[in-house]
């Protein structure tokens, strides 16, 4: 189903290449037993911002196409769960690009985007003992219609619960239904009260 027997003018005797050969199944939802994988082809056509590997198409920059020790066919480790302990082996494959340094401080200057004033918002999910955020409980990991590849939902349990998140030049804001509205600027710490959350601007 993906690879020639004889000769091919891809690498590894492929029928096409990769994007599209994983894509000759990927383009659509599959059921298997009680599990439905998404469909990546939809993901990928109604949507403009793409992850860098898919983006480059190298759909083998995260996942072994054949098998491997972890889930998803994923080259490196990455949790399964909403909820992870923080460890740096956990998220292996997510720093095998991304600095880990943008998740290891409480305040940081300019190692992460996601900072309200100089408070880490990344640290704030994600460093956490027991309970931290994993990456896929906000981020779309394959290709997303928002810069920084925000999702529109996430799955927690059996509820689809909303993210609701509004860019803005200097930061954004997030209304999701895990917790009340708060907004962040990179510029300038927001004060995030309980009436003025989305309404105003305060700031310190």
Not at 51 to 61: F, S
């Given at each position: 189903?993906?690879?020639?027997?004889?000769?091919?003018?891809?690498?590894?005797?492929?029928?096409?290449?990769?994007?599209?050969?994983?894509?000759?199944?990927?383009?659509?939802?599959?059921?298997?037993?009680?599990?439905?994988?998404?469909?990546?082809?939809?993901?990928?056509?109604?949507?403009?911002?793409?992850?860098?590997?898919?983006?480059?198409?190298?759909?083998?920059?995260?996942?072994?196409?054949?098998?491997?020790?972890?889930?998803?066919?994923?080259?490196?480790?990455?949790?399964?769960?909403?909820?992870?302990?923080?460890?740096?082996?956990?998220?292996?494959i997510c720093f095998s690009c991304h600095d880990v340094e943008a998740f290891e401080?409480?305040?940081?200057?300019?190692?992460?985007?996601?900072?309200?004033?100089?408070?880490?918002?990344?640290?704030?999910?994600?460093?956490?003992?027991?309970?931290?955020?994993?990456?896929?409980?906000?981020?779309?990991?394959?290709?997303?219609?928002?810069?920084?590849?925000?999702?529109?939902?996430?799955?927690?349990?059996?509820?689809?619960?909303?993210?609701?998140?509004?860019?803005?030049?200097?930061?954004?804001?997030?209304?999701?239904?895990?917790?009340?509205?708060?907004?962040?600027?990179?510029?300038?710490?927001?004060?995030?009260?309980?009436?003025?959350?989305?309404?105003?601007?305060?700031?310190?």
């Amino acid at each position: 189903n993906c690879h020639v027997p004889h000769a091919s003018k891809y690498a590894s005797l492929m029928r096409d290449t990769n994007v599209k050969t994983c894509l000759s199944c990927h383009g659509k939802e599959i059921k298997s037993g009680s599990r439905v994988f998404a469909s990546i082809g939809e993901q990928l056509k109604n949507n403009t911002h793409l992850h860098g590997p898919v983006q480059d198409g190298e759909c083998t920059a995260c996942h072994t196409p054949h098998g491997g020790e972890h889930a998803r066919l994923l080259t490196e480790a990455f949790p399964t769960t909403f909820y992870s302990p923080f460890a740096e082996d956990n998220y292996a494959i997510c720093f095998s690009c991304h600095d880990v340094e943008a998740f290891e401080e409480a305040q940081v200057e300019d190692e992460t985007a996601f900072r309200n004033g100089t408070q880490n918002l990344h640290f704030l999910h994600v460093n956490k003992p027991k309970k931290g955020r994993t990456c896929t409980a906000c981020h779309a990991v394959h290709a997303s219609s928002s810069r920084g590849h925000l999702a529109k939902s996430t799955v927690f349990g059996k509820w689809t619960l909303p993210i609701r998140f509004a860019p803005t030049e200097t930061g954004g804001s997030c209304q999701p239904g895990c917790h009340k509205p708060y907004r962040y600027d990179r510029d300038k710490h927001v004060v995030n009260l309980p009436k003025a959350a989305v309404t105003e601007n305060e700031t310190d």
